[in-house]
């Protein structure tokens, strides 16, 4: 079975500070990694996604990832953040291969403070 | 872009009684999806469903639990007979037949058992 763990429930951040939220995985097999971010009261949006190839994935709103498969971890970044950015993110895994369910983080609160 | 939909937004019913939560998947996604997330919990898989019938599904998904296509556009979630503990943000996503696409999340469906 996989699991993710993301290590910091509340990261608050000045606006045009730089922002990673943290986040590993555990797995036994080939793994897809995701991040989704939920603004208040709406649904789970994608920002990026990691099936293979070049380690540093870029996503919507100037996110990025980078799967480091020796520490399995999969942590979000972003240069400058803005204050539109204060969202709730979760970090996802699913086995590779289509329509798998997946395996959520326990979600990490990102505060961007003026 | 098209969206997942997810009717009612909020639902609220006495335990004991059945409820019916109603998703549109995006029209031509082929797999289909639940997951619930409980107050303060992580997001957690139910089922996925393809061609008519349950692809994956967690020990969550008992047999209180259903679901079903009953016509070219919804997919619904029955729970039977309700308890406290079902109390959760209910969510709907789906995602295309062809290898590695992800899945697109509705906006869920706040349920509350009193």
């Known amino acids: 079975a996989q699991s993710v763990t993301q290590l910091d429930s509340q990261v608050p951040v000045f606006e045009e500070a730089p922002v990673e939220l943290r986040c590993n995985y555990s797995s036994s097999v080939s793994v897809y990694l995701f991040w989704y971010v939920q603004y208040p009261n709406q649904g789970l949006q994608l920002l990026l996604k990691?099936?293979?190839?070049?380690?540093l994935v870029k996503g919507i709103n100037g996110f990025e990832a980078e799967f480091n498969k020796s520490q399995t971890s999969f942590h979000l970044r972003k240069p400058s953040v803005h204050i539109s950015d204060t969202a709730e993110y979760f970090c996802?895994?699913?086995?590779?291969?289509?329509?798998?369910?997946?395996?959520f983080g326990s979600g990490t609160q990102l505060t961007v403070l003026p | 872009e098209p969206e997942v939909t997810q009717t009612p937004s909020h639902q609220v019913t006495q335990m004991g009684q059945e409820v019916i939560l109603r998703c549109v998947p995006i029209?031509?996604?082929?797999?289909f999806y639940w997951y619930r997330q409980i107050l303060g919990q992580k997001v957690e898989f139910l089922v996925s469903?393809?061609?008519?019938?349950?692809?994956?599904k967690s020990e969550i998904f008992d047999d209180q639990f259903s679901v079903e296509r009953p016509d070219g556009s919804n997919f619904t979630l029955k729970i039977r007979s309700t308890k406290l503990e079902d109390s959760a943000m209910y969510f709907c996503?789906?995602?295309?037949?062809?290898?590695?696409?992800?899945?697109?999340f509705g906006d869920g469906t706040r349920l509350s058992i009193l």
């Open positions: 996503a789906s995602s295309r037949l062809v290898n590695n696409q992800p899945q697109h």
């Open positions: 029209s031509n996604h082929l797999y």
């Open positions: 469903f393809y061609n008519n019938e349950i692809s994956e």
């Open positions: 996802a895994v699913s086995i590779s291969g289509s329509a798998r369910q997946l395996t």
């Open positions: 990691y099936l293979s190839g070049s380690t």
